[in-house]
């Protein structure tokens, strides 16, 4: 291969890693994601739902907020116990498709977490919010110890009902 196509070709994969690198800051940039959370919480049009303890009753509280036409869900927790190990706070979030685990945190010291989806399910399609206490173990379904939910049976097809911890549907 001649030397000016292979530095053409050197000088394509640079610039491609050098994008790559500059995609890839963006994309972890944690302050950045905490601005857009910040500004959804405190936009006039967001629309809010506040979190109901489950039995036994807890101190824990949340609530789940987006802005119309956005695709970014802000779950809020406070009052959470300190977990241990590999378990974490699991939020899961449900629309007309199912269940899907959009996130895990562990509390701050003062028993404070948030967590943030910009993926689906859309924010306007959710019907159902649930927060556990668990080991992350990949499933979608809601599992572990119930500490919050929130559902809203108008904004669901006919047949939806409140997920029952008991028989874990």
């Given at each position: ?12 994969l ?25 500004a ?66 562990r509390p ?25 206490r ?12 119930p ?23």
């Amino acid at each position: 291969m001649p030397k000016g196509p292979r530095l053409v070709v050197v000088l394509l994969l640079v610039a491609a890693v050098t994008w790559l690198g500059v995609r890839a800051v963006r994309a972890f940039d944690t302050d950045r994601h905490a601005a857009r959370a910040a500004a959804v919480l405190t936009a006039p049009d967001v629309v809010t739902y506040q979190l109901d303890p489950v039995p036994p009753v807890t101190d824990s509280a949340g609530r789940f907020s987006y802005r119309p036409g956005s695709w970014l869900s802000v779950v809020d927790l406070r009052g959470l116990d300190p977990v241990a190990g590999e378990e974490r706070y699991l939020v899961f979030l449900r629309n007309w498709a199912g269940w899907t685990l959009v996130g895990a945190a562990r509390p701050g010291v003062d028993g404070t977490a948030q967590v943030r989806s910009g993926a689906e399910p859309r924010p306007r399609t959710v019907y159902e919010v649930v927060v556990t206490r668990a080991v992350d173990d990949a499933t979608s379904v809601p599992h572990g110890q119930p500490v919050l939910q929130w559902f809203d049976a108008s904004l669901g097809p006919p047949r939806a009902r409140r997920f029952d911890f008991a028989r874990g549907v």
